[in-house]
């Protein structure tokens, strides 16, 4: 079992950049693919980012390409999201996801772990 700690949220104005983090628990966790998904008030929880074991495979949501990175460091057993040119509608709760799986995953019904999140609010 993994638990997940989000950070690193915060107020931004648009155009401007946060990096979250995603810290894990436990010894395993360069056996788990990663995953960064988001909720804005009123929607359904939507993909944003995904990373695999080794983090040398990554994949984004449409919305985020060129503005967002994924990355991890599996001896601080924690993941990343960089997140650049801030939008208004990025405003929304992130949370990062782990599966124990090879390859990346982008559907959430496929990661057994969460964390609680970490609230993103960008300024128009």
């Known amino acids: 079992q993994v638990q997940l700690v989000e950070s690193g949220g915060g107020l931004v104005q648009a155009g401007g950049s946060l990096r979250l983090s995603c810290a894990a628990s436990?010894?395993?966790?360069?056996?788990?693919?990663m995953g960064w998904f988001r909720r804005a008030p009123g929607k359904e929880r939507e993909f944003v980012a995904a990373?695999?074991?080794?983090?040398?495979?990554?994949d984004y949501a449409d919305s985020v390409k060129g503005r967002f990175t994924i990355s991890r460091d599996n001896a601080k057993n924690t993941v990343y999201l960089q997140m650049n040119s801030l939008k208004p509608e990025d405003t929304a709760v992130y949370c990062c996801?782990?599966?124990?799986?090879?390859?990346?995953?982008?559907?959430?019904?496929?990661?057994?772990?969460w964390g609680q999140g970490t609230q993103v609010t960008v300024s128009s």
């Open positions: 996801a782990a599966v124990q799986k090879f390859g990346i995953h982008t559907n959430l019904l496929e990661y057994d772990y």
């Open positions: 436990g010894r395993t966790f360069g056996s788990y693919a």
């Open positions: 990373i695999s074991r080794g983090g040398l495979i990554t």
